[in-house]
């Protein structure tokens, strides 16, 4: 067919072939959370819980960066098959975190950048969730693959564009928004519910480290004594226990003991919050990390840091004013790889 009807259907058979070809064209994988069976079976082979400064390679490349930004990192547990680390921003006004699995021979597997309330608030002079990423994984990864800085960036830049754009129109955002891509060496899901993360190609660990035994009990054994300190428990199945305004809570894996968070009043010591001491913690570690507890109690200072083996963060407010009390959070342990509280 010759003439403007035969361009015409010619133009119209090429435009609906390249409809059919990006319509079969595949969508990035989107990148999860780890599901609730990840860390089966109980027991991998190797798994060593004491906290170590970040070691020198791979993972040292990808901290870096973070650290230079105000965090602390740590390798925080390893087995046979990898290693887990661990980072937070050192201001407590600002606790963004970053989580990597690296394996046994020194590759990125997985890294997750979750996002946390911005300081002071929402506030739509400062940055937004994605920008705020932006500043931490484009360095960090950009660090170990320059040649995906670019593509994190444009994926990051498209996300923080697309979830604007879904606010200007009114529609809900929450929970389930989310962009995904990839480049040569990941896949990447940005997500307005679990923040960032990445699943490098070619790379798997199959038993990702779960131990805390070096410095933590179980809480069968400990809850006993917290009841005799005055705490209202029900485990199980309850994780928390609570006396007057005050909680203690745990993350556990099993039975076994992985994070402790609780409050100190301001006007109390340790001694007195537990009278039968810190029996959640592992006998070894019990007399270290009271004391560093303490030592920050009394100073009114933030401490984010390896105690014993141990992570430890202390977020002490500042001196309160006459008559008043202000209480100083404790954190004991490190949390599993892309599990909460992070």
């Known amino acids: 067919m010759r003439g403007p009807a035969g361009l015409l259907v010619s133009f119209l058979i090429m435009m609906l ?38 070691p020198p390679g791979a993972a040292e490349t990808i901290t870096a960066p973070l650290v230079a930004a105000g965090a602390f990192c740590a390798q925080v547990r390893s087995n046979a098959d990898g290693r887990a680390l661990w980072c937070r921003n050192r201001d407590a006004d600002d606790p963004w975190v970053a989580q990597f699995l690296l394996d046994d021979q020194d590759r990125l597997d997985w890294a997750w950048y979750p ?56 529609r809900s955002v929450e929970g389930a928004f989310t962009r995904s891509w990839r480049d040569d060496h990941a896949d990447y899901t940005m997500s307005s519910a679990d923040g960032l993360i990445m699943e490098a190609r070619g790379v798997t660990i199959d038993r990702w480290p779960s131990d805390a035994v070096h410095y933590a009990g179980r809480m069968s054994a400990a809850v006993g004594d917290l009841q005799d300190s005055g705490y209202e428990c029900f485990y199980p199945p309850q994780v928390y226990c609570r006396r007057e305004f005050q ?10 003991i992985v994070t402790v968070d609780f409050f100190i009043a301001g006007d109390e010591t340790l001694a007195e919050l537990f009278p039968r001491g810190l029996t959640f913690l592992s006998p070894a570690v019990r007399s270290a990390v009271g004391a560093r ?37 404790v954190r004991v342990g490190s949390p599993l790889a892309g599990t909460y509280p992070i």
């Open 115 to 170: 996002i946390l309330p911005a300081p002071q608030g929402p506030d739509l002079n400062r940055p937004s969730d994605s920008e705020r990423l932006a500043a931490l994984v484009g360095p960090s990864l950009g660090a170990l693959w320059p040649d995906s800085a670019a593509r994190i960036a444009e994926g990051l830049d498209g996300y923080g564009r697309d979830h604007r754009e879904q606010l200007e129109r009114g």
């Open 247 to 256: 909680e203690f809570r745990v993350s556990l894996r099993g039975d076994r």
């Open 17 to 54: 072939s390249v409809i059919m070809s990006a319509a079969c064209t595949p969508e990035p994988q989107r990148v999860r959370l780890p599901p609730p069976d990840r860390y089966q079976p109980l027991d991998p082979a190797g798994e060593d819980s004491v906290a170590r400064p970040v």
């Open 293 to 329: 507890i303490e030592k920050a109690r009394k100073a009114r200072q933030d401490y984010l840091g390896i105690v014993a083996g141990t992570v430890l963060a202390v977020d002490a407010a500042p001196i309160p004013p006459v008559g008043g009390t202000v209480p100083i959070r």
